[in-house]
């Protein structure tokens, strides 16, 4: 094994090297800084932000604003109508995932992100400007299908650090995407119609009184604006060409440029690198297997994040906790901090030693009691349930965390780069049509709890948390033998 403090990829020692090759420069900069990229993280924190604001900022003020845009009858319907505006972005996302993903690995990812940024400043702008239900659900569903940000960031995340910081790149993907869903519901909940709750600062006659969701639309395109001039400095990762030489064959792949897929040697990796640079996507069964629990556990952890806030502030005699939203909202983010904390803090060093098959199915055992727990929080008041409530919050986000990201490493590793892209937005398309259908799901279960809570064995909100586990207890078996394998080794270690 070569010495890793070595440059690897010098110019003037490999005839494989290409100057002018934007992969070829990061990977040398990845060899030669042993240290953690700070810029090329912090980049990827504020593109995955500007993904999830958007979509969180919403539902605030979305009922609101179904209201006043007049196109339900009956104030029961708006839930209805609602519902559509809701799904427009995850039904765009869903239809063009793949394609962006196949343009990012054909173009790069920076152009992908530039893209991206740039919908998010137009398309979120005019829908906070929206006069017109038809308005409002062309403008996001337009949003979702030039959405192409999620896929090519979680590939950059892996490319753009070396192995040993792998697991803390794409940890900070999920982080920011967590923290977008905590501060993107307060950005909405709190700037929409400012006229009617800051009538000394705004006037009904201006601009924020006449379109009165249009601030906090106005507030995340500005944001959005301030990332896409950071991203003109983005590095790119993609390898813009395909040579790998012959005497490459033989080298460690430590001591190889990383785009070369034909590479023998590194121990336990060597068999299955070669065999998924062989295979198409749909043939990639590592691949196919993490997409599907990807999914699962993706399902779940929507499904709780749409029960967790109906549950919390329903009434204590429907087995609800009577949280007052702000209530709701602490516990959230709390949740967030926490979350932050355990990333960049605890997780790399744990994901180190265990992996990230071994670590997902520790946290998917936890996460089993832990959601079966929380039907009992009710019979707590006062102190003790708010740091009950607070604490298993923040466990359950920190067991979901862990999950998405072992499984977003095993995707990553089990395609080679040029693939990776396509992979990324297979997967992206995947969970945005489970995301759509977690929420009416976990609605129509919870609605249905709400009334059966007088059962003589189990009452609702217990069958409400049974659901869920049962999903969680799927997702766990199944990241075992012979549904998740690969061949030539039982595992992809996070390898240093």
């Known amino acids: 094994m070569a010495d890793p403090t070595t440059p690897l990829l010098e110019p003037s020692k490999n005839a494989f090297f290409h100057e002018n090759c934007p992969g070829c420069k990061q990977d040398r900069r990845n060899q030669l800084h042993l240290g953690i990229p700070f810029r090329e993280f912090f980049f990827i ?11 969180s900022s919403l539902y605030p003020f979305l009922y609101f604003m179904i209201h006043d845009l007049n196109i339900a009858k009956r104030s029961q ?18 239809l063009t995932s793949i394609f962006w993903g196949m343009v990012a690995d054909r173009y790069g990812r920076k152009p992908v992100v530039m893209i991206s940024l740039f919908a998010i400043i137009v398309f979120n702008t005019l829908f906070g400007l929206s006069k017109s239900y038809w308005m409002a659900i062309t403008t996001r569903l337009l949003l979702g299908l030039l959405s192409g940000l999620l896929g090519p960031i979680q590939a950059y995340a892996s490319e753009v650090c070396r192995k040993e910081y792998q697991a803390l790149g794409l940890s900070i993907v999920d982080t920011s995407w967590a923290m977008g869903l905590i501060f993107g519901p307060a950005i909405g909940g709190f700037l929409a119609q400012p ?5 000394n600062i705004f006037a009904m006659e201006c601009l924020f009184g006449r379109f009165p969701y249009f601030l906090p639309c106005l507030c995340i395109s500005l944001f959005s604006v301030a990332a896409f001039i950071a991203c003109l400095w983005l590095p790119e990762t ?8 012959p005497e490459y064959e033989h080298t460690e792949v430590m001591e190889a440029p990383p785009h070369c ?3 023998k040697g590194y121990g336990r990796e060597t ?17 196919m297997s993490s997409i599907v629990l990807y999914c699962i556990f993706g399902l779940q952890s929507t499904a709780y994040t749409e029960i967790f806030s109906l549950w919390a502030v329903s009434n204590k005699s429907y087995g609800g906790l009577s949280f007052s939203s702000q209530e709701v909202g602490l516990v959230l983010a709390m949740s967030g901090i926490s979350l932050l904390v355990y990333q960049l803090v605890f997780f790399p060093c744990i994901a180190k030693h265990l992996g990230p098959i071994n ?17 009992f929080m009710a019979k707590l008041s006062g102190l003790d349930l708010k740091l009950t409530v607070n604490c298993a919050s923040s466990l359950r986000s920190i067991f979901s965390s862990t999950i998405t990201i072992g499984l977003n490493i095993l ?5 080679s780069q040029h693939k990776r892209g396509a992979a990324n937005g297979m997967a992206v398309t995947a969970l945005s049509l489970f995301k759509a259908v977690a929420p009416a799901g976990a609605g129509i279960l919870f609605s249905w709890a709400q009334n059966h809570q007088g059962a003589s064995i189990l009452s609702g909100d217990y069958i409400v948390f049974l659901v869920l586990d049962i999903f969680g207890l799927v997702g766990l078996i199944l990241t075992f033998k012979p549904f998740l394998t690969q061949p030539g080794t039982e595992e992809i270690t996070v390898t240093t």
């Open 45 to 55: 924190w504020i593109v995955a932000l500007c993904s999830a604001l958007p979509i």
């Open 77 to 94: 319907d708006i839930g209805f109508f609602a519902g559509f505006v809701g799904s427009a972005f995850m039904l765009g996302r869903s």
């Open 195 to 199: 006229a009617e709750k800051y009538p």
């Open 238 to 245: 993609m390898h813009m060409h395909s040579e790998c030489g």
């Open 261 to 263: 897929p034909n590479l």
């Open 271 to 287: 068999k299955q690198r070669r065999w998924f640079s062989e295979q198409s996507i749909l043939r990639n069964r590592l691949l």
């Open 359 to 375: 670590f997902t199915r520790v946290v998917a055992v936890l996460l089993i009691p832990l959601l079966a727990s929380y039907p």
């Open 411 to 415: 995707m990553n590793n089990a395609v």
